[in-house]
């Protein structure tokens, strides 16, 4: 038994790309209010990777822009949560049109584990505490999230021959 309206079944890679969509717009503000103080944007942030250029970030920002920062990393939990939805979405449909192994949408959960990792650790560096380690496990699990949305989104999209075509 199901409680979800009909549209929303029958719909759900548009229901979770306008959750997505949606969730996205909030991000992106809050990006522009770091990039008004001066700074960079949260990537960044998030590459930065050791302490020097992690404080060297913050300093720009100033007050205004670790408050907006600190809002995007606390949203980051529910925004990585809608492009995880989609992208799984996204590669189930694929996976299941070549027959692919059912595993593969679970590449999906790897990229939201590894953004949630980093934001974390970018949490600790906005509260300073063992900046160069944080910023460090910051940096290398936005690498590994980046290379699985790549992955995964190629995956999704790229035409490829159907499974069983010459």
């Known amino acids: 038994m199901t409680y979800l309206p009909t549209w929303v079944r029958e719909h759900p890679i548009a229901v979770a790309a306008a959750g997505y969509v949606g ?14 103080t001066g700074g960079p944007g949260i990537i960044p942030f998030e590459l930065a990777g ?12 100033g007050a205004d822009g670790m408050r907006a920062a600190r809002r995007s990393m606390w949203l980051d939990f529910g925004y990585m949560t809608s492009y995880g939805i989609l992208l799984a979405l996204l590669v189930e449909r694929r996976r299941r049109r070549r027959a692919h192994p059912s595993w593969l949408p679970a590449l999906a959960a790897g990229a939201v584990a590894g953004d949630a990792v980093e934001g974390v650790a ?17 940096q290398v699990s936005a690498s590994v999230k980046f290379a699985i949305l790549a992955a995964t989104l190629a995956y999704a999209v790229y035409p490829g021959k159907k499974s069983g075509q010459g």
């Open 23 to 36: 969730y996205s717009a909030v991000m992106l503000r809050l990006d522009r209010q770091m990039q008004a």
């Open 50 to 61: 050791s302490a020097a250029k992690a404080e060297g970030i913050m300093a720009r920002w």
């Open 122 to 138: 970018l949490l600790r560096v906005l509260d300073r505490r063992d900046v160069a380690t944080n910023a460090r496990i910051a």
